[in-house]
Structure formats: C-alpha cells, structure tokens
C-alpha cells in the first residue's frame, strides 16, 4: 500500500500570508495526486487532482505542483474562509490513501 | 447541481452491522463510480472500497475486506455501503464521493453519516 506523509501537520498563518503544503509519497505516483480541504461538521471538498488542475469553482490562489513522489499545495493570499484542514490523496493504486492532513489555523 | 445524500446517523452495538445509503442526483448514475470513505475521531480519512455504479463491480481496501459490501441500485440511483462485525473502532462519519470510472478523483462528496458503535 502507497503511505502518504503530509508537512506540516499544522500551521498557523495570517490573513494574506503564502502557504505551501507538503504532501510525500511511499512511492512514485506520477501525478495521481488530489488535494481536498476539509471544514468541521462539512464533507471534504476537491481543490486540486491530477497534482495541478484546479477544480472548477475553486478561487485561483490555490495551486499544485509535483510529480513523482512529492507533491505542494500553495495558498496564494490567506482568506478567512481558507481555515481548514487539507489532506492530499493519491489516486495511483487501491487502497486511495490520503495524507494525515495539515490544520491551518489563524496566527 | 450534481448531489450525493446519505442516511441519518446510525447507533449501534458491537457485533451489529449497520447499512449506509447515498442517493444520487444530478447526473447519469452509472456514468461514474461511487467511494465510500470515512474519518474516525481524530484520524485521517480512510478509503473503504468503491462501486462501478453501471456494471456493479466492486473493489474493497484489504482493511476491510470480509466486513464490508458495496452495492448499488440503478433504478433508485442509489449506492449502499454495510459494515458487518461493528467494533468500537467503526465509530467514524462515514462519506460517499463520487468517482469517474477511470481516475479516482471523488467529487463531490455526500454530508456523511455518523455511525457509533457503542454497548
């Protein structure tokens, strides 16, 4: 089974600020990597597959990059609704795991 | 709009089995294949197995395999997701998500059923 390791694992942040995720693979997944952000009380919701494609509806200060076995999520400009959880997800091989996720919170 | 909508919450006791129904709406069913994913307290999301929605087949997580079925009707648009053999650790809100047969990307998701398992 693919593990994926996400860093941080929390990160606090201002309003404006540029964030970057980190998201590793166990092993080479090409670019079969998904982003989602995940509110409390809220189903997940997908910011980002196949690494860098940006999921319709989804503002354009979130974006991917990687390939391989390592893989970013960057937040351009920090807005109040971007407080969240994110987790990446690998859609590579059965079973689809996803990173432990990143809590970022308001500094 | 494209929708997936669960079940209510769900309390059972350990040893139980518990069935988890998501009804779909929006789009052509069997054009796409649904997940079933869940979150237990405090732990990451965990993908459970999915469905072809159009020919049935069914893939589950090795975690699982043996607990779980995934099954689905067309004529009701509707996937169904049963967990068998229920111990405290099933306790977890439970999601399906819609997945395109070919890349499992899942998009969007249902607003998730709390299953707890408790004596």
């Not at chain 1, 540029?18 to 995940?38: E, F, P």
């Not at chain 2, 309390?11 to 294949?33: E, H, I, L, M, R």
């Not at chain 2, 111990?87 to 047969?101: L, P």
Request: charged letters at 15%.
């Amino acid at each position: 089974d693919i593990q994926m390791t996400q860093s941080p694992s929390s990160l606090s942040a201002s309003v404006g600020d540029r964030v970057t995720i980190t998201c590793r693979a166990s092993q080479s997944i090409s670019s079969y990597l998904n982003w989602y952000q995940h509110k409390p009380g809220r189903p997940p919701n997908l910011l980002i597959y196949a690494a860098s494609s940006l999921q319709s509806g989804v503002p354009s200060r979130f974006t991917g990059s990687g390939s391989g076995t390592d893989f970013t999520l960057t937040i351009s400009s920090l807005q109040p609704e971007d407080f969240a959880t994110y987790y990446c997800q690998q859609s590579y091989s059965a079973p689809y795991s996803f990173g432990q996720g990143t809590k970022l919170e308001i500094k | 709009q494209v929708q997936l909508v669960q079940s209510g919450a769900e309390v059972k006791k350990p040893g139980a089995s518990v069935k988890v129904s998501c009804k779909a709406s929006g789009y052509n069913f069997t054009n796409y294949a649904l997940h079933w994913v869940r979150q237990a307290p405090g732990q990451r999301l965990e993908w459970m197995g999915w469905i072809n929605a159009d020919n049935g087949n069914t893939k589950y997580s090795q975690k699982f395999q043996g607990r779980v079925t995934i099954t689905r009707d067309t004529s009701a648009s509707t996937a169904y997701m049963e967990l068998s053999s229920l111990r405290s650790e099933d306790t977890a809100v439970y999601y399906c998500a819609r997945g395109t047969i070919i890349i499992n990307w899942f998009d969007p998701w249902g607003q998730g059923t709390l299953v707890t398992v408790s004596s």
